[in-house]
C-alpha cells in the first residue's frame, strides 16, 4: 500500500468504514459512512482481542461518517494477533457491479483473505511474505460483476502458510475456485485492518 491520502467518500463509494479505536475505548470502528442501511456488517472478531496500532503507510481523511462525522489524518488500524481471525459480512443488491477494498496489514506472519457468497467459497489470495521487523501493507480488491439478486459477500482474514493465488472475483454463474490454505503455525505476528470501502463501478 503505497503512502497515500485517501479521503471519503470516494467517487461512486457505497459505504465505507474505518476500524481502530473508537468510543468508550473499545478497538472495532472509528467511523463508518452515516447511511440508514449499510451494506458492510458490524466486524466479527474469533480468538483473540483486538488492539490498535499505528499504520505507517494511508492517511485517512473523511466526513458525512458516525459517530464521528469529520476527520483527519486518521492513520490508526485494527490489530488481532496470529491466532485470531477477523470476519466482515457485506450485502450485494441487485444487479449490483463493484469491488470492495480492503486496507490490510501484516507484522510477522504471511496474511490469507477467503471468500463466502451464500455459503460457496470463492476466490481467496494471500499477502506478500513477512519482512522481519515491518509491517506489510497492501490494498486488497474484491471484485464482484453481474449478480442478480440479494447476495451475502462473506470475507475472512487469517493468517496462513503458505502462498494464495490472486483473487479473480465473483462472475455471473459461477464464484470461481478457491486457492490451498492451512492455519498458520504459532506466531507472534499480528493481522490489521485499517479500512473497508465498497464501490460501485
Do not use: C
Not at 82 to 87: K, L, V, W
Not at 143 to 159: E, K
Amino acid at each position: 500500500m503505497p503512502t497515500q491520502r485517501i479521503v471519503l467518500p470516494l467517487p461512486n463509494v457505497m459505504d465505507w468504514v474505518l476500524y481502530g479505536p473508537g468510543a468508550g475505548g473499545a478497538v472495532r470502528e472509528r467511523a463508518r459512512a452515516d447511511l440508514g442501511n449499510p451494506a458492510i456488517g458490524q466486524l466479527g472478531i474469533v480468538g483473540a482481542t483486538p488492539t490498535a496500532v499505528t499504520g505507517m503507510n494511508g492517511r485517512f481523511d473523511w466526513s458525512g461518517g458516525r459517530p464521528q462525522a469529520t476527520g483527519k489524518d486518521y492513520i490508526d488500524r485494527l490489530a488481532v494477533p496470529a491466532s485470531g481471525e477477523i470476519r466482515l459480512t457485506i450485502s450485494l443488491t441487485t444487479g449490483v457491479d463493484g469491488h470492495l477494498d480492503l486496507y490490510l496489514g501484516t507484522i510477522g506472519v504471511r496474511g490469507m483473505i477467503r471468500t463466502d457468497l451464500d455459503g460457496q467459497a470463492g476466490p481467496a489470495m494471500a499477502l506478500a511474505p513477512p519482512q522481519p521487523g515491518r509491517w506489510v501493507d497492501a490494498v486488497v480488491r474484491i471484485n464482484f460483476r453481474g449478480i442478480a439478486g440479494p447476495h451475502t459477500l462473506a470475507v475472512t482474514v487469517s493468517t496462513a502458510d503458505g502462498s494464495g493465488q490472486p483473487a479473480q472475483g465473483f462472475q455471473r454463474g459461477g464464484s470461481g475456485g478457491t486457492s490451498p490454505w492451512q492455519p498458520a503455525a504459532t506466531s507472534t505476528g499480528q493481522i490489521s485492518l485499517a479500512a473497508a470501502i465498497l464501490i460501485n463501478s
